[in-house]
């Protein structure tokens, strides 16, 4: 079975410090791993993924995400944090073997503070 | 722009109502996708379809059933609505047989059983 954790319900960050989200991850096999945001009363958009490659991913907003397979962990990152990054923010995975479906992780909150 | 379309923003039901949630998208995906979003527990996958009359069962189907008689159109049906059901449901599809690629999602629906 694979699943994901995001061991932070909440991240809180001042506007212009860096920001870190993490995730860790538990897959058969190679893993595809995800990023969605959701902003209030919107679905979900996808931020960045990582299938194969170089370990970090660059994606959109400016977030970029480092894949460590010794640690399992695809944590998301950016270098200064904005306001409008205020968000509930999503890692998902899905292994190359067995069913081919995404499982998410329970979200974590990111407030920006001015 | 690839866009996902649900049929309710908001939807009121009794218990024992049967409720059909419809999700069209208009980009030819093959693959189709039902999840419900919780407080603390992130999307959890309810049925997914990689082809027209396909579907599979995903992490939580019980209570749940779905139909996919057209590609673009995939609808999640409550035979016999619960209180337990009251969740915001989140359609989602993507373009590749395999899931590996990006998966779009629509706005949701906010369903509340009475």
């Known amino acids: 079975a694979q699943s994901v954790a995001q061991p932070e319900d909440q991240v809180n960050v001042a506007e212009g410090n860096p920001l870190t989200v993490k995730c860790t991850y538990s897959v058969s096999g190679n893993p595809y791993l995800f990023w969605y945001v959701q902003y209030p009363n919107r679905g979900l958009q996808f931020l960045l993924k990582y299938i194969t490659g170089d370990n970090l991913v660059k994606g959109s907003y400016g977030f970029e995400a480092e894949f460590n397979k010794s640690q399992t962990s695809f944590h998301l990152k950016k270098p200064s944090a904005l306001v409008s990054d205020s968000a509930l923010y999503f890692c998902a995975v899905m292994g190359n073997t067995g069913r081919r479906a995404l499982t998410f992780g329970s979200g974590t909150r990111l407030q920006v503070q001015p | 722009d690839v866009k996902v379309t649900q049929s309710s923003r908001y939807l009121v039901k009794r218990t024992g109502e049967k409720v059909f949630l419809e999700c069209v998208q208009d980009?030819?995906?093959?693959?189709m996708f039902w999840y419900r979003q919780d407080p603390g527990l992130g999307l959890r996958l309810i049925y997914f379809?990689?082809?027209?009359?396909?579907?599979e069962k995903g992490d939580i189907p019980e209570g749940y059933s779905v139909s996919r008689e057209k590609k673009e159109r995939f609808s999640l049906i409550l035979e016999s609505a619960s209180t337990n059901q009251t969740s915001m449901y989140l359609c989602?599809?993507?373009?590749?047989?395999?899931?590996?690629?990006?998966?779009?999602f629509g706005p949701g629906t906010r369903l509340t059983v009475l």
């Open positions: 980009m030819d995906h093959e693959n």
């Open positions: 379809s990689y082809d027209v009359k396909m579907k």
């Open positions: 989602a599809s993507s373009p590749l047989a395999g899931g590996t690629d990006t998966q779009y």
